[in-house]
């Protein structure tokens, strides 16, 4: 399976049919994230891929392993976190109308665009009200 690192983007024509498994290393400061506040730690992080190509559908699984930072609730001074979300996509090559699944278009290009599944994933792991540290007393100290 060769996968474009910075831009997350699978080339079909790498594809076994059935399950592709890879791990690969993502240049983190380079992707596209595209998150408000958001920002990785780490210069790079592991994404464990299974993609799993089928007649009418591919099927992409994994996990993203690596640490972002978001401001303090209170304070605003970055807080880390790591992503705690799987990854999990449907593609299809002729989407249904009448059905209500979430599967997006595999383009006639045969590039495979897992980005938006990925940001999904870190979008879901941001922890709702993060602080620097439990009594952190914000920026107004009055
Ligand atoms: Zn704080």
Not at 99 to 118: H, M, N
Request: proline content about 6%.
């Amino acid at each position: 399976m060769i996968l474009d690192t910075e831009n997350l983007v699978i080339d079909l024509k790498s594809l076994s049919r059935g399950m592709n498994r890879g791990v690969f290393i993502i240049p983190f400061k380079k992707v596209k994230w595209n998150i408000e506040d958001v920002e990785p730690i780490d210069s790079q992080g592991t994404l464990e891929l299974a993609v799993d190509y089928g007649d009418d559908v591919i099927l992409c699984t994994g996990s993203l392993d690596g640490h972002f930072q978001i401001p303090c609730a209170r304070c605003l001074e970055p807080v880390g976190f790591s992503i705690s979300e799987e990854i999990c996509r449907e593609y299809t090559w002729s989407p249904d109308p009448a059905s209500d699944e979430q599967r997006e278009v595999i383009p006639q290009s045969g590039k495979l665009d897992i980005l938006e599944a990925v940001r999904e994933a870190v979008l879901l792991s941001i922890p709702g009200k993060l602080l620097c540290s439990p009594d952190c007393t914000g920026i107004c100290y009055n």
